[in-house]
């Protein structure tokens, strides 16, 4: 396997899916023209807006997220993950069926290599005086997270944005033999600026995993401002790209020996010796 240049998308998602998708092509785009072959968008790429709208549109924002991703991933001959967007659980337009967070990684033929249903939701009063209660109008996904394996790109483990906090998963997804974690997310401004770049780090550390993730930024809506901060990390917890505070795209080499290294060096996934369930 050779080293490539992977892309962390960021972009400021609203209730808007044709705009959104539009915005997330051009920063796809952008990407592709500095180098990237594996390009990643952020959690809610297609939909960022009020939870009941989003139900009610979820069978035409599943819909046109699907084909957008199967159309740009042929489009650019790229691996391109869409980082989550709503699937109803059931047929049919009900603004008060529930849905799942979707995440769907889809290869430059167009087609399907891993989905992942999100299965941490994110459920917290905040001390800012926002509430957040995904459970509301999302289903939790009830199977483990896929790792794609690839002779291109490595072994590429799935998961979104608020099962950051759990590193079980991640230790899951390692002992499946992922060596780069996807982690897109739509990371609230008031929790990101003190946790999201440590979470992201220990991911990547723990697991001797470079660490890929796109991310929301700026105002979505009234009340609702996401951190930004889209990050490559290697796996010995460098940041190698970060997209700042506004919309942008984080690019950086994956290189396999880099990997390779740092498990020699940090044998740490050879000494586990504590198991649970």
Sequence with gaps: MKSYLAAAVQMTSIADVDKNLAQAEDLVQLAVNR????????ENFSFLGDESEKSRLA????AKSEKFLT???QRYQILLLGGGFPVPAANGNDAKQKMYNTALLVGNTGEELARYRKMHLFDVNLPDGNTYHESATILAGNEAPPVYRSDKYGNLGLSVCYDVRFPELYRYLSKQGADILFVPA???AFTGKD?????????????????I???QVGNHTPRRQSHGHAMIIDPWGIVLA???DRSGVAIAEIQPSRIDQIRRQM???????????
């Design 195 to 211: 946790h999201w770049q440590v979470l992201l780090q220990a991911r990547a550390i723990e697991n001797t995993s470079y660490v």
């Design 242 to 244: 970060d997209a700042g």
């Design 267 to 277: 044998p740490c996934l050879q000494h586990r010796t504590f198991a649970y369930q």
């Design 213 to 215: 993730a796109p991310a």
């Design 71 to 73: 159309t740009i991933a």
């Design 59 to 62: 069978v035409e924002i599943a």
């Design 186 to 188: 739509a990371f609230t």
């Design 35 to 42: 180098g990237a072959e594996l390009v990643c968008l952020p």
